[in-house]
């Protein structure tokens, strides 16, 4: 009897452990409750272009879902009343997928079934991943503000606004040898994340070519994300002037609370993933003083005062470059929609194929960057930018 | 230096492994039922913390004391409302409603705090122990961890063997069906048991919350699924052998990741759980039973 137990006992802790294995770990259902609004006037024959998007509202990364749809309506709404695209209005219709791929596939479903003919989305890159096999197949066309694994605009129908993994880590290891932080290069970094093992790779990469040393590169995993001190000694130990981190801010923040308990106080860097530090409740905000980021965005720059002003009118919060790229990608559709001269009552196929030949040959001036164009690919041309914490508060390099 | 600075970092992990192992184990050693429950049941002791003493600005002992009483009210309530019906169910049924309720907790967690983590500020304000020129430093939090660890150990273990409820426990862990006839109220013994465990895990979740100060709906989930392994691998229903099991997972999970692979810590430690359950099916302290037939 007890061994039976027993072995019950252990079946379920290796069934539970894998559940916990899903980015988030979560199991919530509000995928219905909390995405789902759509607004927009019709025009005057009743057709509008309906615009889907998919991101994490609930669940351990629901800052960044959160901003991308924050982002999305602020900018559907401006370009709706300005008249909207080609003289049709736009709607929309957000779903949460809680960084998760399953889900993520559920909400594209669910989005079809509504009649999604273009997809924001999605914000997080798992699930952008699988999200992108589907719309490949269905030949919809999908523009991510923010997925950044390389494999996330696999398919010839999808384009990002954020730099992929590889893009980040090679920006990063240029920015740091370029402004000379340092020499001597710690990464602590989520092997389990897609996310962070790809900029951790190409970082590595890059790292030889601009005179830095990696002096030791410590993983943990999604089930190990709240204890650091061991990979934090070993930076130390190893001499490590600089910290890199190419993870989210959630575990950014721990290990930015146990570095100072043990007195270790190297450069931290860290790329979007990063943004939102300064968001978590009760965190205290001196701990990140001098803080490094690559992000394409800052709330301080002047190109960015009446969409910062707008968003916080409108939300109540400071915009995450998560919101501006959300923000950036629906003008980038607006335009290519205007360049492809397209209308709603072309089948989604058919928008499609017009699509991917507009978005090459448009240029944006969006608030992610100046000049952004992008190429048959999918990937982004623009410029990466740095900021530094300083008093609590972003400020452009 | 450092396999000292290691092995202590070790020794923090593993004693907060250790305090959560004790409720599970002190579940498990008398209802004979794995409370899966217990990791969430942690974190609401978490919340229960920070919302007195973070967000209304109480004081740490009225936010521990309160912390407390809620968890232990709902472990009771947990026990009367999912378990109780189910006493004469098979014991898969017990563990999938255990399982239920760990994810109606994270859900309801998930509804009323959201899902952004928080910062806990720790309330245990005891300064680190600087050794060897404060070459190595033990956190404050690690020490009071040790120590109510085991000063709770030796509590239930006195509490158990010394006093009439104690016995009582005993008597229905044994045999449930003679207990009745001896006339122990059963589902008193049982409820008391799961109030014990729960006040235990209010106090697991403000020291691990307080070691590792992230503070989320998940925040107890893979903590208690690694004490449920400490107390498996310390031998399930002995209370020290919970307290052994997991400080020897919190240092063979450290020293994994300094020295083998800070990417393979988690398959390292599962495969000395297995290795040991190999040698010895019931775990470090465990008792041989044979199985009546």
């Given at each position: 009897m007890k061994k039976r137990l027993l072995?019950?006992?252990?079946?379920?802790?290796?069934?539970?452990?894998?559940?916990?294995?899903?980015s988030s770990g979560s199991t919530s259902d509000s995928a219905e409750e909390t995405g789902a609004a759509s607004q927009g006037e019709e025009s005057a024959d009743g057709a509008t272009f309906k615009i889907g998007g998919i991101g994490p509202v609930t669940g351990a990364n629901a800052a960044y879902g959160q901003a991308v749809a924050n982002g999305m309506e602020l900018a559907i709404k401006e370009i709706n009343e300005a008249g909207g695209v080609n003289g049709y209005q736009i709607e929309y219709n957000f779903q949460d997928d809680e960084s998760d791929p399953e889900k993520a596939v559920n909400a594209y479903n669910t989005l079809k079934d509504w009649g999604m003919q273009l997809l924001l989305g999605t914000v997080t890159s798992k699930p952008c991943i699988a999200v992108g096999a589907e719309s490949e197949v269905d030949n919809l066309f999908q523009l991510t503000p923010s997925g950044s694994a390389v494999a996330c605009i696999a398919g010839s129908n999808a384009f990002r606004v954020c730099f992929s993994d590889p893009d980040q880590g090679r920006a990063s290891a240029q920015y740091i040898g370029e402004h000379k932080l340092a020499t001597k290069i710690g990464i602590i970094y989520d092997s389990s994340s897609e996310y962070s093992d790809g900029i951790r790779e190409s970082f590595a990469a890059?790292?030889?070519?601009?005179?830095?040393?990696?002096?030791?590169?410590?993983?943990?995993?999604?089930?190990?994300?709240t204890d650091f001190s061991v990979q934090l000694d070993k930076c130390k130990e190893a001499g490590a002037e600089l910290v890199f981190l190419p993870i989210y801010y959630q575990e950014a923040s721990v290990i930015l609370k146990q570095a100072s308990d043990k007195d270790f106080k190297p450069l931290f860097f860290g790329c979007d993933g990063m943004d939102g530090i300064l968001s978590v409740e009760n965190f205290d905000t001196s701990l990140a003083e001098g803080l490094m980021l690559l992000t394409p965005f800052s709330v301080d720059e002047e190109g960015s005062q009446d969409f910062v002003a707008a968003y916080e009118a409108a939300y109540g919060v400071e915009p995450l470059q998560f919101a501006a790229g959300a923000y950036d990608g629906i003008y980038a559709m607006k335009a290519a929609l205007e360049k492809a001269e397209a209308t709603p009552d072309m089948s989604v196929s058919d928008l499609c194929d017009a699509m991917k030949v507009a978005m090459t040959e448009i240029t944006i001036d969006g608030l992610t960057g100046e000049g952004m164009t992008w190429n048959e690919a999918g990937e982004p041309n623009k410029e990466p930018k740095a900021v530094k914490i300083v008093d609590g508060a972003y400020v452009m390099q | 230096m450092s396999f000292l600075s290691y092995l202590i970092n070790g020794i923090s992990l593993g004693s907060v492994y250790a305090i959560i192992a004790l409720g599970y184990t002190m579940v498990y050693g008398i209802a004979k039922m794995l409370n899966f429950a217990h990791g969430d049941i942690i974190?609401?002791?978490?919340?229960?913390?920070?919302?007195?003493?973070?967000?209304?600005?109480?004081?740490?002992?009225?936010?521990?004391?309160?912390?407390?009483?809620?968890?232990?009210?709902?472990?009771?309530?947990?026990?009367?409302?999912?378990?109780?019906p189910l006493r004469g169910a098979s014991p898969l049924a017990v563990l999938i409603t255990a399982i239920g309720v760990s994810y109606l907790l994270q859900n309801i967690a998930l509804l009323v705090f959201g899902s952004n983590a928080r910062q806990f500020t720790s309330v245990v304000n005891v300064p680190a122990l600087k050794l060897a020129g404060g070459e190595l430093s033990i956190s404050g939090v690690t020490i009071v961890t040790i120590l109510s660890c085991i000063v709770i150990m030796i509590a239930l273990t006195a509490f158990i063997n010394k006093t009439r409820i104690g016995q009582a426990m005993l008597a229905v862990s044994e045999d449930r069906g003679a207990a009745t006839l001896m006339g122990i109220n059963v589902n008193g013994t049982i409820a008391v048991t799961f109030a014990i465990g729960s006040a235990l895990a209010a106090v697991a979740g403000v020291l691990l919350c307080s070691a590792y100060p992230s503070l989320t709906p998940y925040t107890g989930?893979?903590?208690?699924?690694?004490?449920?392994?400490?107390?498996?691998?310390?031998?399930?229903g002995s209370i020290p052998g919970a307290m052994i099991g997991g400080i020897l997972l919190g240092i063979i999970e450290n020293l994994a990741k300094a020295y083998i692979s800070s990417q393979l810590s988690d398959a390292i430690v599962f495969s000395v759980l297995i290795i040991v359950l190999l040698v010895r099916p019931t775990g470090i302290l465990g008792k041989k039973m044979n199985e009546k037939v």
């Open positions: 072995s019950l006992g252990l079946a379920a802790v290796m069934a539970m452990s894998m559940t916990a294995c899903g890059e790292a030889g070519n601009q005179g830095l040393e990696v002096v030791a590169s410590e993983a943990f995993t999604a089930d190990t994300n | 974190m609401v002791g978490g919340f229960a913390v920070f919302t007195i003493v973070s967000t209304m600005g109480g004081s740490s002992a009225v936010g521990i004391l309160v912390a407390v009483v809620i968890c232990t009210v709902l472990g009771v309530t947990i026990e009367k409302v999912a378990y109780r989930s893979m903590p208690g699924i690694k004490a449920f392994v400490a107390a498996v691998f310390g031998g399930i």
